[in-house]
């Protein structure tokens, strides 16, 4: 069997008398392809924030590809290879969609220090380059010269999505990829965006309320519920569990429901 990419192991995050994230023991392979499933305030974006460094873990440990990361500020994570997308698209919105990719390619390569990302030319060749590629991979070479403040949603999300993958992380989270896509888009989305991933043979983890999309891309299925992960299978097995049909998935209209409170 694979070693682990990410090894976490009893973490938790108290904010006051509430514990957002309890007892989270899960271990994932390099490569393989996670999905994140629970109710709001279930704790999904609190386990990602402590991976990333956005949150200092309560107790606990994470360990990435065999290395000690629990409480790093969030650049030396980056720098070491883990990269993240937010809920809500993290893109300058005045900027063209090239001077966005290209921004985010030369930050990248920069050094993760404070000083690195002041002094690193935006316009390097290697950064052209790169952020020519990740247009092309993404499918949004079309929209080169476009405002980002003037894009289509959908766009908005491959666009935010490719520049969390600029300096070529080995594991990504996406927190809710989808979130505000039509059910119509959300599909064809989820095959730009995994197929872009797979060819730069990225581990990820992604949060999603849809659990068709689920049935769709995730090899593996992590429920949370009140802070802790309440199943951890297979999607079939995951979504067969009766205390995630209970607490998270229900019927099918209720999935739908979830996903368009998130629009
Ligand atoms: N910085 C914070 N300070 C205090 N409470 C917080 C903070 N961040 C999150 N929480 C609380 O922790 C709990 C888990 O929140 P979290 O954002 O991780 O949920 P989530 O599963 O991502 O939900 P959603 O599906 O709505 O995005 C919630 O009760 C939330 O209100
Ligand atoms: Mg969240």
Same mark, same amino acid.
């Given at each position: 069997?694979?070693?682990? *990419? ?12 509430? @514990?957002a994230? $309890? ?12 999905g994140?499933? !629970?109710?709001?305030?279930?704790? =999904?974006?609190? @386990? ?12 606990g ?6 290395r &000690?990361?629990?409480? /790093? ?12 997308? @937010? ?5 300058f ?8 990719? %290209? ?14 990302? +002041? %002094?690193?030319p ?15 991979l @993404?499918q949004?070479?079309?929209? $080169? &010269? ?10 908005r999300?491959?666009?935010? *999505? ?5 300096g070529?992380?080995r594991?990504?989270? /996406?927190?809710?990829?989808?979130? !505000?896509i039509?059910?119509?888009? =959300? ?5 730009v ?6 060819s730069?043979?990225?581990t990820? /983890? ?7 999309? *689920?049935?769709?891309?995730?090899? $593996?299925v /992590? ?5 802790? +992960?309440?199943a951890?299978g297979t ?8 205390r +995630? ?7 099918? +209209? $209720? %999935?739908?429901?979830?996903a368009?409170?998130?629009?």
């Open positions: 069997m694979n070693s682990p *990419i990410l090894s976490v192991r009893n973490l938790g995050k108290r904010f006051g008398l509430l @514990f994230a $309890r007892d989270i023991t899960v271990s994932i392979p390099v490569q393989q392809t996670v994140v499933i !629970g109710a709001n305030g279930a704790g =999904k974006t609190t @386990f990602i924030n402590m991976i990333t460094g956005h949150l200092r873990p309560t107790n440990t994470i360990h990435f590809e065999g &000690d990361i629990t409480g /790093l500020p969030c650049r030396q994570i980056k720098g070491m290879g883990i990269s993240r997308s @937010f809920q809500v698209a993290q893109i919105p005045s900027l063209t969609v090239f001077e966005n990719m %290209c921004t985010a390619a030369a930050i990248g390569r920069a050094p993760h220090t404070f000083i690195g990302h +002041v %002094c690193t935006l316009r390097s060749r290697e950064s052209v380059v790169e952020a020519e590629t990740l247009l092309e @993404f949004i070479a079309p929209y $080169r &010269d476009r405002l980002a403040a003037t894009l289509p949603q959908g766009i999300k491959l666009l935010d *999505i490719g520049m969390a993958l600029a070529s992380p594991l990504l989270l /996406l927190d809710e990829p989808t979130s !505000g039509s059910i119509e888009e =959300k599909f064809s989305l989820m095959q965006i995994m197929s872009a991933l797979n730069r043979k990225c990820v /983890l992604f949060v999603e309320h849809d659990m068709d999309i *689920i049935e769709g891309f995730a090899e $593996r /992590l429920a949370f519920y009140d802070g802790t +992960v309440i951890d999607p079939a097995a995951t979504l067969a569990d009766p +995630v049909q209970t607490l998270i998935s229900g019927p099918k +209209v $209720r %999935c739908a429901v979830g368009a409170a998130h629009v």
